[in-house]
């Protein structure tokens, strides 16, 4: 079930979806395997670059906006002959459940809990990746660290018309998708069916991504 009845009206209604076999990133893509990337293409670093603060290698690349993302899919498909690219929201919320039907964070019903090194704060900066407790799955931080880029056109009220095979998002749209918590905001942790969304050429601190095949 994919939504929450419970939550805002964007996340609702919540709806039955099937989503074909996947593969996602156990963390978010590293500053480190962002770099490889622009050393191989040339491509433009991020403005936060060689800000102290996002220099961690371990850390989450940030300050990549849509775009970016796409890129580093279809570097990374190039390099290495497997079909890589952004997950689907339905994607992204099925891995953040782990494997738990209807669970409302990645580890279960109550916030705040061991699984995530986000209790307290305020942040800085992002912690480096690996930190924390995996779901059920084995993933780390898809409640916690960044907000991730998806593949879907956001619209609102798109639950109300959303096929239950392989939910695409819209056709066409003004903004992407984006799932997970971020370390800026006051509760740095999101439920699994939080969704946000932002136009694709934008780019902030807490916005990174994590890869599908």
């Known amino acids: 079930m994919m939504g929450d009845d419970a939550g805002p009206l964007i996340e609702r209604p919540a709806h039955l979806v099937r989503v074909a076999a996947f593969a996602i990133g156990v963390m978010p ?12 293409t ?8 060689s800000s102290p603060e996002f220099a961690d ?7 990549v906006n849509w775009f970016d993302a796409e890129a580093y899919c279809e570097w990374l498909a190039r390099m290495t002959g497997e079909l890589y690219r952004l997950p689907s929201e339905a994607e992204r919320e099925y891995a953040a459940r782990g494997g738990v039907e209807g669970a409302r964070y990645p580890w279960g019903e ?4 061991p699984a995530t ?5 305020p942040w800085t900066s992002p912690l480096p990746c ?19 880029w998806c593949l879907d056109h956001y619209a609102e009220d798109y639950y109300s018309v959303s096929p239950t ?3 695409p998002g819209p056709l066409t749209g003004r903004r992407r998708v984006a799932r997970g918590g971020a370390w800026r905001h006051q509760v740095p942790v999101s439920r699994c069916a ?12 807490d916005f990174g991504f994590r890869v599908a095949k």
């Open 29 to 40: 893509i590293t500053r480190a395997e962002y770099d490889a990337f622009l050393q191989s």
């Open 42 to 49: 040339g491509r433009p670093s991020p403005s936060t670059w």
């Open 57 to 63: 290698p371990l850390q989450p690349v940030v300050s």
């Open 110 to 113: 109550n916030y705040p809990d």
């Open 117 to 121: 090194p986000y209790v307290g704060g």
């Open 130 to 148: 690996g930190q924390g407790l995996p779901n059920g799955f084995g993933l780390y931080h898809v409640g916690d660290t960044v907000h991730e």
């Open 165 to 167: 095979e392989n939910p």
């Open 194 to 205: 939080h969704r946000t969304s932002l136009p694709p050429d934008r780019c902030f601190t």
